[in-house]
Structure formats: C-alpha cells, structure tokens
T-cell receptor, first 113, second 114 residues
Framework: EAGVVQSPRYKIIEKKQPVAFWCNPI?????LYWYRQNLGQGPELLIRYENEEAVDDSQLPKDRFSAERLKGVDSTLKIQPAELGDSAVYLCASSPGQNQPQHFGDGTRLSIL | DAKTTQPPSMDCAEGRAANLPCNHS???????VYWYRQIHSQGPQYIIHGLKNNETNEMASLIITEDRKSSTLILPHATLRDTAVYYC???????????????FGQGTELSVKP
C-alpha cells in the first residue's frame, strides 16, 4: 500500500510570495488532515476534511491560509502571502475514517527568506 | 494542551527492550492511548493504540495500567533505526464536527546506542 505522498519536499521562498503544497492521501482514505510542525515542537492540526468537506478549520489562519480537497481525494494547502513565521514543516495525514489511526506523509519543509 | 507527560529523553542499548513510560492521569473513559514516533526528517509514524487492554502488534506492545492513568510502550528488541521521538497521545473519538484531534506534546527522544 502506497503511503501519503506530499510534494514538494522542500520549498524556499521570499516573504510575501505565495506558496502551495500538495497531498495525495492513501487510496480509500476519506479523512484528510493538514498539520504544521514548528522546529522542536509536535505537529499541530490546521484543518480536517471528511471527503471534500472541511469539518474542522478552527486552527487555520484564514487571512492568509486556504485549503481545498476537490473530489475528496487530493488536497492543496496554500499560503498567500507568506510571512517569516510560516517557516515550518507542513504535514498531510489521512485515515480510513475519522476515528481510525492517521498515517502521515513526510511533509514539506518551508523556509521563508 | 497535551494530556500526557513523558520523559524528555531516554537511552537504550541496541538489542535490549526499550520501555517508554507515559502518564495520562486525566484520561476519560472513552479516550484511547495512541503512540506515534517521528524519525528525523520524516512524518510521524503510527505505532499502536489501545483503550484499556494491553495490545501487541508487529512493532511494539502497549501496556495500560488497570486505572488507565499511565501506560508503557515496549519495543522488545530495539535497533538503531528505532532512534526517534516517541509521542504518547490521548485521543477521544470524533463526533461529527467535534474533537478527537491528535494533540502532540513534546514526546520522548529515544536514543538507541550500539
């Protein structure tokens, strides 16, 4: 079984530029999560999807962050414009259902110059 | 905030059992204990979870005390590749539009040494 695939693995941009991350979850997994992990900290949930519906986006900074999951499969997370404090690893996870173990991708490491 | 307390770091000799403790004294009756680990530059990896019975899979064993206020993750024969940060997480069930989030604490940094 293929795992959660994320791209790119690394991204370096200047502040105020836009950036997007892509996630392909495990086939058949209806629940998809985006997390942010700051250096030396554990991951923190940004948004959770059930199929194509965002059911928990309470931790997503909506002024600059947006996400979508078209057709309930792949998902993208966008930041526009990026700020210096957005430097972090952005992780995607998926699970077969909302109460089942989550499986993570290896993340996108974002560096803002 | 995380509902668990773990030692910040532990060492283990290669080939020996690694026993990682976790305190979760405020756990509720419907909350599960989950363990994940994160190897450097990788995403967290699911290891095991349990409610009140001890659990075992191909990776590890989970021992939960009878009062459920603490648990121990056991890696029976640690290898160098088990060096990672281990997270103990208490997680309730999702209801639609409710909680059930994985809230990661600081974890235990396990170093397996030759």
């Amino acid at each position: 079984e293929a795992g959660v695939v994320q791209s790119p693995r690394y991204k370096i941009i200047e502040k105020k530029q836009p950036v997007a991350f892509w996630c392909n979850p495990i086939s058949g997994h209806n629940t998809l999560y985006w997390y942010r992990q700051n250096l030396g900290q554990g991951p923190e949930l940004l948004i959770r999807y059930e199929n194509e519906e965002a059911v928990d986006d309470s931790q997503l900074p909506k002024d600059r962050f947006s996400a979508e999951r078209l057709k309930g499969v792949d998902s993208t997370l966008k930041i526009q414009p990026a700020e210096l404090g957005d430097s972090a690893v952005y992780l995607c996870a998926s699970s077969p259902g909302q109460n089942q173990p989550q499986h993570f991708g290896d993340g996108t490491r974002l560096s803002i110059l | 905030d995380a509902k668990t307390t773990q030692p910040p770091s532990m060492d283990c000799a290669e080939g020996r059992a690694a026993n990682l403790p976790c305190n979760h004294s405020t756990i509720s009756g419907n909350e599960y204990v989950y363990w994940y680990r994160q190897i450097h530059s990788q995403g967290p990896q699911y290891i095991i979870h349990g409610l009140k019975n001890n659990e075992t899979n191909e990776m590890a064993s989970l021992i939960i005390t009878e009062d459920r206020k603490s648990s121990t993750l056991i890696l029976p024969h640690a290898t160098l590749r088990d060096t990672a940060v281990y997270y103990c997480i208490v997680r309730g069930p999702f209801g639609y539009n409710q909680g059930g989030k994985l809230i990661f604490g600081q974890g235990t940094e396990l170093s397996v040494k030759p």
